[in-house]
């Protein structure tokens, strides 16, 4: 076990790499960390790719919807700029600002800052995804998080694509991927594992066993009721 101790009046800096796959906790993990830093009364800067609007133009938003303000660059360059006398920069979704994030964070750290990157490690083909692997090579602390396969249960490394898309990098969530173990992934897109929701076109097959009491399936009876109302 590695004991991190923080000297302060020798502003040594460090970078951190946060990565899996989706679905993973990844956000919740750099999130964590920066509440920490903010308890103990260190400056904080959070930034993001402006290319992320999935849910909030200025929050680091996960999935479990715990969220922490933040601010939306376009480049890796402005972040340099943006950093300002903050202790500690935080960098969520970082697959997005491309090769160029490897000299931002290096610098940050060289200038005494600890720098907590978070992101994808694979694309959808299972293939590594600068700029995350180069990072985790310079980086001094590199945790790797898991998902669980929806498949069979076992941890999962991999974000299955299920949408037809063939674009490396498409902002999505739970529609677009699934979690899924070595066994389970396939750098073709799958069909979804779970029970796709009710066909959004014509026929009118009557779904019998559906486990879903909440979805918006037509009220009328695939056969008249006999009872009397
Ligand atoms: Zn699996």
């Known amino acids: ?30 999130i964590r ?3 920490r830093a903010r ?5 904080v800067e959070i930034f993001k790719p402006a290319v992320d609007a999935r849910f909030s133009e200025t929050d680091v938003v996960s999935h479990d919807e715990t969220a922490i303000r933040s601010t939306p660059v376009e480049g890796a360059p402005q972040i340099v700029l943006l950093a300002g006398s903050a202790d500690v920069i935080g960098i969520d979704e970082a697959q997005f600002f491309g090769a160029e994030l490897v000299n931002v964070c290096q610098q940050l750290a060289r200038d005494g800052k600890r720098v ?21 090579a310079v ?12 498949v069979c249960g076992n941890p999962a490394n991999h974000s299955q694509r299920i949408a037809d898309s063939t674009k490396r990098v498409v902002v999505g969530a739970g529609e677009s991927y699934e979690p ?8 073709l897109p799958q069909a979804p594992s779970a029970p796709p929701s009710p066909s959004p076109t014509g026929s ?11 979805s918006n ?13």
Do not use: N
């Open 139 to 150: 980086a001094e602390f590199v945790t790797k998080l898991h998902a669980i396969c929806v």
């Open 116 to 136: 907590i990157v978070a992101g994808l490690d694979q694309d959808y083909r299972g293939e590594p995804f600068e700029p995350i692997p180069e990072l985790m």
């Open 39 to 43: 308890i103990a009364r260190q400056r």
């Open 33 to 35: 960390r920066l509440r």
């Open 217 to 229: 399936a037509p009220d009328e009876p695939a056969v008249e009721s006999p009872s009397s109302s």
């Open 180 to 187: 899924r173990c070595r066994r389970c992934f396939s750098p």
């Open 1 to 30: 076990m590695h004991t991190v101790v923080v000297d302060a009046s020798k502003q040594v800096g460090w970078i951190e790499v946060v990565c899996g796959s989706m679905f993973s906790g990844k956000t919740e993990e750099l």
């Open 204 to 214: 009118s097959v009557p779904l019998t066993a559906s486990p879903d009491a909440t």
